[in-house]
């Protein structure tokens, strides 16, 4: 039993090690960001990568998103548990299934986290809001309403 324990965490140790060997060192200054439009956004929201690739299973992803001034994101879920931190400005995000425009407004340095498949909304008052989420792959939003889906329009 003892051997059994101890092969155990020798595979653990051999597996941590080798995930850490995968990773490589990563900085991202601001002024490197690539903004872009993503089809499964509302028009205006943007997208940058900065570590990752969505489309790969497995992966660790850092995205940034911005929301310009009196934007707002649907109610919606993803596949993934995601944390999220806003960068900059000021945004409303809440859990539940209908966008209702109540709840607490959070400042930059704000954390949050909805768990895989949680719906969820955000939206944003009178300036622009950068926020960034970290998720493990792949990506993905459904919306709770198929007619919100800027991608079905």
Known sequence: MRKLLVAGALIAFATSAMAQDAMKLTRVTPDALTWKDNPAFPKGIQIATLVGDPTKAGEVVVLRIKFPANSQIPPHTH???????????NIWSSAGEKLEKKGEMLKAGSLWV??????????????????QVQFTSPGGIDYINPADDPRKK
């Open 79 to 89: 596949p993934y548990a995601e944390v999220v931190t806003l960068i900059s400005g």
């Open 114 to 131: 909805y768990p895989a498949r949680q719906a969820h909304y955000a939206w944003t008052g009178n300036e622009e809001a950068i926020l």
